[in-house]
């Protein structure tokens, strides 16, 4: 395997080629924020918080989905970048209705954890208010479109991982919403297996158990990768 | 083309695409054939009908584009004395047209005061200065005819590359035209054809972008419309350049007559050899699909359509890799806008210097553009790339119909921007519209008068791209409904400063951030006219001059 080598902020890091941008921004011991990305699922670069400055490029580019190349530098954090994160945060937040307090996923929400990186307080953007339903009719579970950000890891989990494709999106622009089969009620498809994927990898408390109430959704968004590792290598990883 | 040479034999062509249609094109057609089919004359029409005769063969063609679509319905009468062309003529007046193109004597005008009345004056620039190469045949054949299109010349230039020209001569010549895609983005035909080319060996694709979606743009339709085998001519070109041997042609839902005849013309290029097994006795094979979108805007986004066309939800994805690099299905595909396939049999008949040698520096050739707004003449002009927007807008155009002054013209739709008057001497070119903040876009032009605040207009094409959004990336999903929102404070007079400072953060960080050009692309029409309007948005939000 060839190894390339670019810098990240200052610090030269060697990658394996093929590598992505996020994965040489990890091995410099770096972070960026990232809401759609998730180890394990195919990158979709929707959200746009991992965008980077890239030397010689006039385009920011998604860490999550653009191949690290040799000598590339780049930075993750100028000043420009950590405004317009901030500002992707805050229309996140206008445009749902998020109410922390009294959310399944308080203190164990990527969406809240992402606004503390960013040092969003409020957002300077008016909230949108829409008029969302929520969808109980699965014995387990439940989807509150209310928390949903389209980030689409239960569309791709469920497809590239559980292989059922129970979710897509339908609509467009801001009447998008996430979809149980052929726009049913989540309970009425019969493709779901009930495997609960969707709910470990949704990053806020969209996607949650019956049996959660208030701050008590503990997901667990590395089993995606641990799946993917397990299948395609025989390991599991822990 | 619309004037022709003089001609013995009378002919009238009457214009029978989307536009003149609209106008009243199908009675008149109906009535034009109806009274030369008879020869029923009333003889008090016919003062000058001399040497006409009764079914004398006077030919009446349903064509393509004849131009100024505003005035349709449009019909030419093509006479001894050259051509004469009509404009809004009722089917009552069919049968005196008729009669005067019966008769060969020259028309003692005004002999018929109802039928000069109509008459279009074909010495106007918006005629005189347009430089016919895509539509040099628009107009003049019948699009559902393929005898027609073969006896003007259509497919000679397939047939010629199959026998003499290997692939690589072929993007040899395109390269030396200077050729850039004219759908908008203005990329290097050529490099995008070696591009695909020169990609290891296995399957490739040619797709035909007909997804034509900017408001105030009919450039597209009008060939699609017009003289549809022109363009699977340049597109059976394009795939034995890059060796496919598979194509689409992805047209709106929208365009039902460009649809309905693309498929008959495929149908008849299959029947006739030129597409199919073994074109034109050559090893050439091409197959070419007609796929229909479903009503996104988004779908002329290349990697949207891509997905579109394979069935999937019309959302693009981030580039690389390319679609020259892993298009449908992962393979290398090459993606073409209509009048870029449209203008490849022409830069093969004369040459790719010929053709760089019309236009300026780093833009070459012609460009369609369609002019709509307030302006004096709505049509479709070819001209040479380069040609200041004072000639497009004021010479041909007319200007302001009611005689007022342009106030700017909008070029790009909603990825463009506005361009004020004062600037009207710029030359329409990719590099000289981009460095104004507006750009070259498909070619439609939105004139715009003095009675428009241009808040509105930013709004106004806001609107749309909220609409459009596919909603896959937050900026241009969320982003665009908070700028929509500014703007209705600006438009409402309610703005303040802060609002215009959020305007143009919200702006910059929209353009910098979407994941497609649409979402890049969508502040432009804010930015533009805060940049050489912002009076207008001063006086809404009392901030000051």
């Known amino acids: 395997m060839s190894v390339i080598t670019l810098r990240v902020d200052g610090l030269d890091v060697a990658v394996p080629a093929g590598s992505t941008l996020l994965q040489a921004i990890r091995a410099a011991g770096l972070a960026v924020p990232t809401l759609c990305h998730l180890d394990g699922l195919d990158a979709v670069a929707a959200c746009r918080l991992c965008l980077v400055e890239v030397e010689g490029s006039q385009r920011l580019l998604p860490a999550c989905a653009s191949e690290a190349t040799e000598g590339q530098v780049i930075h993750t954090a100028t000043a420009q970048l950590q405004g317009y994160r901030r500002m992707a945060v805050e229309l996140f937040f206008a445009e749902g209705n998020h109410v922390c307090a009294f959310c399944v996923a308080n203190g164990d929400c990527e969406l809240q954890d992402v606004a503390v990186a960013v040092g969003m307080d409020h957002s300077r953007f008016p909230y949108q208010y829409p008029q969302r339903s929520v969808d109980a009719s699965h014995p387990r579970f439940s989807l509150d479109h209310n928390r949903c950000i389209l980030c689409t890891r239960c569309v791709r989990v469920c497809d590239q991982i559980e292989g059922a494709h129970v979710w897509d999106v339908a609509e467009r622009g801001s009447d998008c919403r996430i979809v149980a089969g052929l726009d049913q009620p989540w309970g009425e498809v019969d493709a779901c297996t009930s495997c609960g994927k969707c709910i470990d990898v949704c990053p806020t408390g969209a996607l949650f158990a019956k049996e959660d109430t208030t701050a008590e959704k503990h997901p667990h968004p590395e089993r995606a990768q641990q799946l993917r590792q397990a299948r395609e290598h025989q390991q599991w990883l822990r | ?545």
């Open chain 2, 1 to 545: 083309m619309v004037a022709l040479p003089p001609r013995e034999r009378s002919q009238l062509r009457c214009c029978g695409a989307s536009g003149c249609r609209s106008a009243g094109a199908g009675p008149l057609l109906a009535a034009l054939r109806a009274a030369a089919a008879e020869g029923a004359v009333e003889p008090s029409a016919t003062p000058a009908q001399t040497s006409g005769e009764p079914g004398s063969g006077l030919e009446v063609r349903s064509v393509g584009c004849l131009r100024l679509c505003g005035q349709g319905p449009l019909v030419a009468w093509d006479g001894p004395e050259g051509t004469q062309l009509f404009g809004g003529l009722p089917p009552q007046g069919a049968a005196a047209l008729v009669a005067q193109a019966r008769g060969l004597a020259p028309i003692p005008l005004p002999a018929e005061p109802a039928l000069a009345s109509h008459r279009l004056d074909l010495d106007h620039p918006f005629f005189r200065l347009q430089r016919p190469l895509v539509l040099e045949n628009c107009g003049i054949v019948d699009p559902e005819r393929i005898e027609d299109a073969i006896a003007h010349g259509g497919y000679v230039q397939l047939r010629r590359v199959l026998e003499e020209l290997s692939p690589g001569e072929v993007r040899e010549q395109v390269r030396r035209s200077g050729l850039r895609g004219r759908g908008g983005g203005g990329y290097p035909t050529g490099l995008k054809w070696d591009t695909v080319a020169l990609q290891p060996p296995g399957r490739r694709y040619v797709v035909c972008n007909a997804d034509e979606g900017d408001p105030g743009a009919f450039m597209d339709r009008s060939v699609l419309e017009g003289d549809p085998h022109r363009l699977l001519e340049g597109m059976a070109i394009a795939a034995y350049a890059v060796g496919a041997d598979h194509g689409y042609l992805y047209v709106r839902a929208e365009y039902p007559l460009a649809i309905e005849r693309l498929r008959l013309a495929l149908q008849q290029a299959r029947r006739h050899g030129l597409l199919g097994q073994g074109i034109a006795g050559s090893t050439f094979n091409l197959e070419l699909e007609v796929r229909v979108g479903a009503g996104a805007y988004v779908c002329g986004e290349e990697t949207a359509l891509l997905h579109s066309i394979q069935g999937q939800r019309g959302t693009p994805r981030s580039r690389p890799p390319y679609p020259a690099q892993a298009g449908l299905w992962g393979a290398p595909t090459l993606i073409n806008n209509v009048e870029t396939l449209a203008a490849v049999p022409v830069i093969l008949r004369q040459g790719g210097d010929w053709y760089a040698a019309i236009g300026r520096e780093k833009s070459r050739g012609t460009k369609v553009f369609s002019l709509s707004g307030a302006i004096r003449h709505t049509g479709l002009v070819e001209v040479p790339m380069g040609t200041s927007l004072r000639t497009v807008v004021e010479t041909m155009g007319g200007g302001d119909p009611d005689g007022g002054a342009v106030k700017a013209v909008q070029t790009g739709g909603p990825s463009g921007g506005c361009i004020p008057a004062d600037l009207l001497d710029t030359p329409v070119d990719f590099e000289s519209l981009l460095a104004l903040g507006s750009m070259m876009g498909s070619g439609g032009m939105v004139v715009i008068g003095q009675g428009t605040a241009m808040p509105e207009v930013a709004r106004h094409f806001m609107a749309f791209s909220v609409n459009e959004s596919c909603g896959k990336c937050v900026p241009c999903r969320a982003g665009t409904v908070q700028l929509l929102a500014l703007l209705d404070r600006c438009v409402e007079r309610r703005a303040t400063a802060a609002d215009l400072e959020a305007l143009e953060a919200l702006c910059a960080m929209v353009k910098a951030t979407s994941l497609c050009g649409l979402g890049q692309a969508a502040p432009n029409p804010v930015l533009s006219t805060l940049r050489h309007f912002r009076q207008d948005y001063s006086m809404a939000s009392g901030a000051g001059p």
